[in-house]
């Protein structure tokens, strides 16, 4: 891990990680003002690393964000187009009442890896084997589907 933290790669990585998730955050209305977007400055500018295990993480979240993002602007497109662009509001309010970062990762874990006991086993860390939370997150799930290929639930 020493050598890792003076690689001019890892280092290059850790900083494109935090302009995505920089970039996550203003496409979403957020703030850089908290600790945090602090700390993703930093990052960006190259004052700070992570360990490759933490990385991992912040990739699989930024993953997720971006896909919230996508998904999120051709459902409201959808929306707009049946209901019309005065209520929007009303869309962005179920999206948010149903958009969950674990239910992006769990989706992109999927897409990258398939139905495998690999997967599996990622699902239940992110998720939890709570039956009753794993139906809400399923239902949140089928949410999103229908907002996203319909524009409405």
Request: aromatic fraction near 10%.
């Given at each position: ?11 290059q ?17 957020g703030?850089l003002d ?29 993953d ?10 051709t ?36 897409r ?6 690999e ?7 992110l ?17 999103i ?9």
């Open positions: 891990v020493g050598g890792w933290l003076g690689d001019p790669t890892y280092k990585l850790s900083k494109d990680l935090a302009n995505v998730q920089i970039s996550n955050i203003k496409a979403t209305g703030s908290t600790v945090g977007g602090q700390q993703l400055v930093k990052m960006a500018n190259g004052d700070e690393t992570y360990p490759p295990e933490v990385l991992i993480h912040i990739a699989r979240r930024a997720a964000d971006t896909r919230n993002i996508d998904m999120q602007a459902a409201a497109q959808k929306f707009a187009e049946k209901y019309g662009d005065q209520n929007v509001k009303a869309f962005q309010q179920l999206w948010n009442n149903n958009a969950d970062s674990r239910i992006f990762e769990v989706m992109n874990l999927y990258d890896k398939g139905n495998t006991p997967v599996k086993a990622e699902v239940d860390k998720l939890g084997t709570d039956p009753v939370k794993r139906k809400e997150f399923f239902q949140k799930y089928q949410n589907q229908k907002l996203y290929n319909s524009g409405a639930l």
